[in-house]
């Protein structure tokens, strides 16, 4: 496997959509090796363990190759395995479910309402990452 830049190989198996997203990542400190930060920079081995945190989804891959370009979806599993917990999936799946219910004939939310609603929404998301 010739060397190829972490940020690039993210962007090439499709884990950013673009390669600056990954470049950002590396750089605010969401993309780690052996539990420390890395740079862009850093070139990726087969056998490498990454954790990548891509919003509130923390993904645990293993590198198998580097591909030559960006490759087809299809394609993914060819070049890393995810060795992601099925309990962080399923977190993500109770984030994304709706909680909140309004009963028919109430009308849009009001501005006050919004504001009481994102409130409780921020407040539940803060206890569910500790």
């Not at 299809?74 to 994304?96: A, C, G, N, S, W």
């Not at 919004?114 to 929404?121: A, C, T, V, W």
Request: charged content about 35%; glycine content about 4%.
């Amino acid at each position: 496997m010739e060397p190829v830049r972490i940020d690039k190989w993210m962007w090439m198996v499709r884990l950013f959509k673009t390669r600056t997203l990954a470049t950002d990542a590396c750089n605010a400190g969401k993309v780690k090796v052996n539990d420390q930060n890395v740079k862009p920079s850093k070139d990726v081995q087969t056998g490498m363990k990454i954790h990548v945190r891509i919003g509130q989804l923390q993904k645990e891959v293993v590198v198998i190759d580097a591909p030559k370009s960006r490759i087809a979806a299809k394609m993914v599993p060819d070049f890393y395995t995810d060795v992601t917990p099925q309990e962080e999936y399923d977190r993500i799946k109770m984030l994304h479910t709706r909680f909140e219910t309004r009963p028919s004939g109430l009308g849009r939310p009001t501005k006050r309402d919004r504001r009481q609603l994102d409130y409780l929404k921020d407040f539940l998301s803060d206890d569910l990452d500790e």
